[in-house]
């Protein structure tokens, strides 16, 4: 049986430093990428641009909102970028000018409902598992001026970009289906590295529980030590993750409350529910699952015995030196 295929697009907002480190990722300007696995910069070579930024992102943006006489707020929505991509399916034996053709169509498609002048830069990755490109845009209407609640809009209007969307692809190519917006499914896009970096989570809070699980009046202190150690990754990463999860609030609150008839759903889910479905659910339960993950995260810091947050807190100079 073969396997359905769907042309994907995905819109985020971006008001200010947060528009370098997209431009950090999607220009490969950086050397290493620890944080996501998935880059195999061996095959970096392959990637290609089919819109060049002409200068910085955030400069480039600034200008043209300049030069279109807006005046802006400190959270004014200043790049919107556009993720394209497909299901594996779509690409799989295709070569590269293959590829390239697709992500051309792509091109064809969003420059018939936005200036090609607002677009700062489209870039395909071919270094990840699938192809995808990062199309980042300054957000002017028609009529110059900047917002992005118009261009991306609500709910109402994400579902008509899906559409157009679909509509346009399955012309060239036929066997895509129209997949689910997040307006359908009631979720914002989570992106798969947040996934990855729940799962580095978990890892160091497992590590952390089996040394609070096996502290004693006997090797406290060098349980402390160890413990302190890990914290000062451990601490940082859970911040990271709050703000992470906090940026996809809607999709959590609504996953939480959900979660009973979510499981009850999967276990009718071989019997009962159609193939999209099932899809669609089970990725309601991964949602509320990294929820729980997360909270569980939190929760082990409230388990820290006072002496090991004291060692923590002590200046690591005060403890380099302790432990010559």
Request: hydrophobic residues 35%; charged residues 30%.
């Amino acid at each position: 049986m073969s396997q359905s295929q769907y042309a994907i697009m995905r819109f985020a907002k971006y008001k200010g430093p947060e528009i370098s480190s997209i431009e950090a990722h999607n220009e490969r300007t950086k050397e290493k990428y620890a944080s996501n696995p998935d880059i195999d910069c061996s095959r970096s070579k392959y990637n290609f641009h089919l819109i060049e930024p002409p200068q910085r992102y955030r400069a480039e943006a600034e200008r043209q909102i300049s030069v279109a006489g807006c005046r802006t707020r400190t959270d004014s929505v200043r790049v919107v970028e556009v993720l394209f991509t497909a299901t594996p399916e779509v690409f799989k034996g295709k070569k590269l000018p293959e590829v390239r053709r697709y992500f051309e169509e792509v091109l064809c498609f969003f420059e018939q409902y936005q200036s090609r002048e607002t677009i700062i830069s489209a870039v395909v990755h071919m270094d990840e598992k699938t192809p995808h490109m990062h199309l980042s845009f300054v957000p002017l209407t028609a009529d110059g001026r900047l917002s992005a609640k118009e261009i991306v809009g609500n709910k109402k209007k994400l579902t008509w970009w899906q559409d157009k969307f679909w509509e346009h692809m399955v012309q060239k190519y036929p066997d895509l289906e129209r997949g689910e917006s997040a307006s359908q499914t009631g979720r914002d896009h989570i992106p798969p590295r947040i996934f990855k970096e729940m799962t580095r989570l978990n890892k160091q809070r497992q590590k952390l529980e089996e040394l609070l699980t096996g502290i004693g009046p006997l090797n406290s202190k060098k349980r402390a030590a160890e413990i302190s150690k890990l914290l000062d990754g451990y601490i940082p990463a859970v911040e990271k993750m709050h703000t992470q999860l906090k940026k996809y609030n809607v999709a959590f609150t609504e996953t939480a409350t959900e979660n009973k008839q979510l499981k009850k759903k999967a276990a009718e889910l071989e019997q009962s529910l159609e193939a999209a479905t099932k899809t669609s659910v089970l990725k309601e339960l991964r949602d509320a699952q990294l929820r729980h993950d997360y909270e569980d995260a939190l929760a082990l810091l409230e388990r820290i015995p006072k002496e090991v947050l004291d060692e923590f807190r002590r200046p690591k100079a005060a403890q380099r030196t302790a432990e010559l």
